[in-house]
Each structure stands twice: as C-alpha cells, then as structure tokens.
C-alpha cells in the first residue's frame, strides 16, 4: 500500500497538505524544509519542480521557481535531495510539475527514479487524461507511483468521474477557477461546488487547494473535504528571512489554528526517529 | 473550400498532426478549450459566418491582397518571384485575417470580453482594432522589454481602446506574455475568449488559425492562374515565427507534392551563436503553450529565450503543424541572420520600391538560397509592412553608409 493510501486509510479528516518549490529559498534548503514540515505534523508534503514556464500558478509560485532556477536546481539535483532526505521522514512526498521536464528527462526513467528516491506521487497539471491513458497510466503503475488530477467548479460530472477513476491517493480540487494564490475567502459558489463533490461518493479522499492562506480557509476545506492544500502562503512565509528552524512550525500553528494539532502522530514518530 | 482533413498534414480527430499537436493544459482551461473544439468547425462552416467573414476581409480589410509579380527582384534572382502582398492589408500585416476570423467566432459563443498576447505588436493591434470594431473590451499582454523597443504599436493599441498590461514574469517578452493570457483565461473561465495571434498553443488553434489564414492561399492559387494559367507555384515560401502567414500561404498546397514549401526561420546572430531563433534546427520535442511540437529548452525541459533582431520570429516554439512538416520532410527550412534580413530588405526597397517587415525580409533573403531554375514559378509571403521597424532599418542603413564611406 502506498504512503498516501495508508495516509488516508489513518486518518480522513484535517490533512493538512503544505507545498513548497523545491531549490527556493537556497539550492538546498528541501531537505530542511522537509524535515521541518514532517515535524511540525503537517500530513502531506507537495513538492514543486521549478520550471520556467509555470502555466497554471500565480506570480508568488512563478517568482519562487525562477529563485530556485537561478539558485541551480534541476530534477536530477531534487531527486537525490529526496534521497537524502527520505530515511528521515515517514510523511508521503508528492512531486508537483509541468509534462516537459518529465518529457525531457524520459517518463519512464522518471517515474522509476522518483520512486526509488521516496516520491509517493505526482502531480502533473498539464498532463492530458487521453494521454494518461494512452501511455502515462502503465508506466506510473509499474513504477508504483499515485497520481492526483485536478477538478474544478467548471467540471463536468462526467469528467469529475473520469479524472476520479484515474487519480489514486486523493483527488485535488481546485477551489476556483484561478491560478494558484488567488483569493482566500470562500463564496457560496465554491460551497456549493465543494458539497456538490462531497456528495458525488468519488472513489478517492478530496483536498482543496488554491487560496488556502490562513486558518479560516484550511477549516472550510476541512469542513467540505478531507482537507487542504497550502502553497503560495507557505512560500511567502519562507520569503520572510527568519530561520526556517523557527518560521515553519509558526506557520503550520498558524494554519492548523487554535486547537493542538490533532494528528501530533506524524510529528512523534519523525521526531523519535530523527 | 474543400475537405482536405484525410491529408495527412491536416490535423487529425484528436489535434494531432502527426506527433506534434494536441492540447496539454491544465484542467482550468479544459472548459474553454473544450467548447472551442467541439464549436469551431461548425460555426466556421456555417454560411452566414463565412459570409459574415469573407464581407469583412473585403471591405474592411481590404481583400484579396494583390499578387504582384516582382520583375527587377526576379531579374536580380533569375528566377520568377511573385510577391503576395498581405503587407496592404488594413493594419499592416497578415494578422488581421485571424483576429476577424476569432472576433466573429467569439461573439457567436456568446463571449464578451478578449484577452490577446503580442510580441511585436502586430497581433496585438489586429485584436485591438476587430475589438474596436464590434465594441467589445480587450486586454494586450505584452511584455514590458517588448512594450519598450515597440512603442509605436504600444500607441496605436491604446488609441484603439485596448488595456496594454505589460509583463514583469519570466524573460518579459512574447513567451511570457503568452504564459500571461493563459493565466487570465485560466482566471475568467466563462467570459472571455483568448485569440491566439499564431499557429501555435492547444489544439483547435494552430487548425483554427491555420484555417483563417488559408484565405492567403485560397487567393494565390486563383491569381496565380489568372496571370499565369497555372494555379500551383513551383514554391511557396514565409518567414515563421510560431508560423500563422506561412501555415495560411502553405495550406492549400499542403497535398500538392510537386509545390516545394519553404519555411525561413530567424537564425538571429548566426543558428550556433547562441543568440537564435531558428527552432527547427536547435528545437527538440516538447511541451510549449499546450502543445506539443519543438521547442528550444535546455537538457533539463526549461524553456529557453529566443533571439532575433525582429521581434515577431523571437518564438522559442514552432507550430505544431510547421514541425510535423519539417520533420516529414514536407517542407524546407532555411534559417536567414539579422544582416542578411536587413539587406534582404533594403534590397526589395530599392528594387521593388516596396519597405517590407523585418520578419517579412527574412524570408526575402533566402531567395538566392532556394536554388530556383529560372523558369520557376516561386510565391513568397510579404507578411508585412516595414513602418514599424523603420527605427531598426534607418539604423542600419546610417551604419552601412559610415562602413562604405572611405
């Protein structure tokens, strides 16, 4: 069983999934940056591959991979951080990317080299679901990696069904039809989306993201799905300047709110085992 | 217009034309991109559309565009060159053919607001002008080193009534501001149609495009039969860029084997140089705006910043359609430098009395190259007027006469 399915046959409510591009601040904080996530209980760790020309996010995301870029990150310099880093944390690792840079490295060789470094699963925002079928869904199972689609409001049920039936893992439900870091409060339209979905009896567990910056919205994903997903919030706290020993558990307290955290389980284990 | 879409160089059910194509792009855009491919063809093929649009490409636009045999160049090649001029076309360029096209198509799926990208300029004042034209709003991305080196455009878009956002992301020019369009699409799913000034980004466009711009050479072939009495050249050659004028000039003689298809690309300071745009040559297979083609991007898939003198052909992607051409060896590819765009356009000046575009001259400068016969029959697109590269032309021509002088 893979770390996310297990993740989730645990525990079904209050995932707090936190993502972070990969080679920003420096060319090596990802392993700190882990770390620091896993043992501030945090569920989920998404991790972005820099690109140069990120289609679906928000300036926050576009100005953090250029950092990364400039800073020298490639995929083959993240995967062997994810190597290094793996031995010391149990919390399921996602890889958040574009198709071309998995085009360029070869989707075969890539699927492999992820899983052997401790990827869980992916997310590839531009990867088509005729393409996935054609050729991606083969290669991801024999590598055993998940893979999560987005939805969004203006999705069809059909292809919610659709996109449901080849996510594995949890399926990632954009809450507005936006690039990432947009807007934080919740609308009734985005209610009644989100009930909609819960509602639909889909397969896999469901996380909302895309303007997710505070407690308040992390609830109201918590509320509507199995959890959320925080991103663009997450980088600029990191841009802060403080030490990330300091500003990453201030920030999942932050976003987990007032109440201890319910799910101490994760932080416990990758502390006695660190 | 004939169904040409058994052809193998046509796009098949799926976008795809041969492997390049399709439509690689978040589920954001899904909707949009969805509703436009099942709708395209069927309003395209309605009869008040092309009614609609082929009134407006004559009485507005300006159509048909001369084709004018060119003695003095012909002479100077020893070969027959006819010159197709979209360059007389109201706004300047071949660009206006799409932008009514996608104007007319919008408004039929009941859309109110246009977004546009624009490198030049060119696309960016074809959008703004059809936007005047039917009174609806319009947004120009272009990027902010784009804004500054063409700001006579810049001004005309304005004029026009059109908002100029100019783009900070990324290298700041036609890539990112493309990426830019995407993006506010992607934010106003339901209002808002994205016309796409090349033949390039998420299938249906590089066909939709493709087939707005086939008007160019709907009309080569009845003039070239009326002042020759064959419809086929012996060669149709364009400059490309992402490749509209050359898909629109190549795409009724795409299933005509015995038509040589010449596609000239920027090789800015040399294709080696490491300042160039010739995608064909540096270009591998990848993923660039939607879809997949070639692109020129470093070993680890980040997309690299073109260069050319002229900012129309600086695309560091080609058309779908163009790259399976290339590859399939349908078509030639020439790559033509700076210097030699720019002599290529003093040359059709003082021969011609005709100022083409710079992007326009680099095809013009591969004519001696093509090694023609001189009884061929060869049609080169003039995609455009030199007006807005008269900074850059009277450069280099202050700089040649300091050379010469002793």
Redesign the interface.
């Known amino acids: 069983m893979s770390r996310i399915t297990s993740l989730f046959n645990r525990k079904r409510q209050d995932i707090l999934n936190i993502y972070f591009t990969a080679g920003h601040p420096t060319l090596d904080s990802t392993g700190t940056i882990i770390r620091e996530l896993s043992q501030a209980g945090v569920d989920l760790i998404e991790v972005g591959i820099p690109y140069s020309d990120p289609l679906a996010d928000g300036p926050t995301i576009q100005a953090s991979s250029q950092q990364a870029l400039a800073n020298g990150m490639t995929l083959p310099i993240l995967l062997e951080q994810i190597r290094e880093v793996r031995p010391d944390t149990d919390v399921p690792l996602v890889l958040m990317g574009y198709l071309n840079q998995v085009m360029q490295y070869g989707a075969e060789r890539f699927f492999r080299d992820a899983r052997t470094a401790g990827v869980d699963g992916l997310i590839l925002p531009d990867l088509p679901l005729v393409e996935f079928d054609r050729t991606y869904r083969e290669l991801l199972q024999k590598a055993g990696l998940d893979i999560a689609f987005l939805v969004t409001p203006q999705t069809p049920p059909e292809r919610i069904r659709q996109l449901d039936a080849a996510s594995s893992g949890f399926l990632y439900l954009v809450s507005s039809s936006a690039i990432t870091g947009g807007n934080s409060a919740f609308g009734d339209e985005q209610i009644s989306y989100f009930t909609r979905l819960a509602d639909m009896d889909l397969r896999n567990p469901r996380l909302i993201g895309f303007g997710i910056a505070d407690h308040a919205g992390y609830a109201t994903a918590c509320h509507y799905a199995n959890g959320a997903i925080v991103g663009s919030a997450f980088i600029r706290a990191l841009d802060g300047g403080q030490p990330l020993g300091q500003v990453i558990p201030a920030f999942v307290q932050h976003i987990r709110g007032p109440q201890p955290a319910t799910s101490s389980e994760y932080s416990k284990r990758s502390t006695s085992a660190s | 217009m004939h169904d040409l879409t058994t052809s193998s160089y046509h796009v098949d059910t799926?976008g795809y034309y041969g492997p390049f194509g399709?439509?690689?792009?978040?589920?954001?855009l899904?909707?949009n991109v969805e509703q436009l491919r099942l709708t395209y063809r069927a309003i395209m093929d309605e009869p008040e559309f092309q009614q609609d649009f082929h009134r407006l490409l004559r009485d507005y636009v300006g159509r048909p565009t001369p084709l004018y045999f060119a003695p003095r160049l012909s002479e100077c090649y020893n070969t027959r060159i006819y010159l197709k001029r979209e360059d007389l076309n109201h706004t300047g360029a071949h660009k206006i053919n799409n932008a009514i096209g996608q104007i007319l198509l919008a408004m039929r799926m009941g859309k109110t607001r246009i977004i546009a990208e624009t490198g030049a300029g060119q696309h960016g004042v074809a959008t703004a002008t059809v936007c005047a034209l039917v009174g609806l709003p319009c947004v120009v991305y272009m990027g902010e080193l784009d804004i500054a080196r063409q700001a006579p455009n810049v001004a005309r878009m304005r004029m026009l009534g059109a908002e100029v956002r100019p783009v900070t992301?990324?290298s700041r020019t036609l890539?990112?501001a493309t990426?830019e369009a995407?993006?506010d699409w992607?934010?106003h799913?339901e209002d808002t149609h994205y016309i796409i000034g090349s033949a390039v980004g998420p299938h249906p466009y590089p066909d939709m495009v493709t087939r707005f711009q086939s008007v160019i050479s709907e009309e080569i072939r009845t003039q070239l039969l009326d002042q020759t009495g064959r419809s086929n050249p012996d060669a149709v050659m364009a400059c490309v860029g992402g490749g509209s004028n050359a898909a629109g000039a190549f795409y009724h003689f795409l299933d005509q084997p015995d038509v040589r298809l010449i596609a000239v690309e920027a090789a800015g300071l040399g294709i080696h140089s490491g300042h160039s745009a010739a995608t064909s040559v540096l270009g591998?297979?990848?993923?660039?705006?939607?879809s997949r083609t070639l692109l020129m991007?470093t070993?680890?898939?980040?997309?690299v910043e073109p260069y050319s003198l002229s900012a129309g052909l600086d695309y560091p992607g080609i058309g779908p359609l163009h790259a399976h051409l290339i590859r399939s060896g349908r078509a030639e590819a020439l790559s033509v430098t700076d210097q030699e765009a720019l002599e290529g356009a003093l040359e059709l000046t003082r021969l011609e009395g005709i100022i083409p575009a710079l992007e326009s001259a680099h095809a013009l400068a591969a004519i001696g190259r093509a090694a023609f016969q001189p009884d061929d029959v060869v049609v080169l697109c003039l995609s455009g007027r030199g007006d807005k590269d008269m900074a850059t032309y009277i450069e280099h021509l202050d700089q040649s006469s300091e050379t010469s002088t002793p």
């Open positions: 799926e399709g439509a690689f792009i978040p589920e954001m899904y909707g992301s990324g890539k990112d990426n995407i993006r992607i934010n799913p591998t297979e990848g993923i660039i705006h939607g991007q070993d680890d898939g980040q997309i």
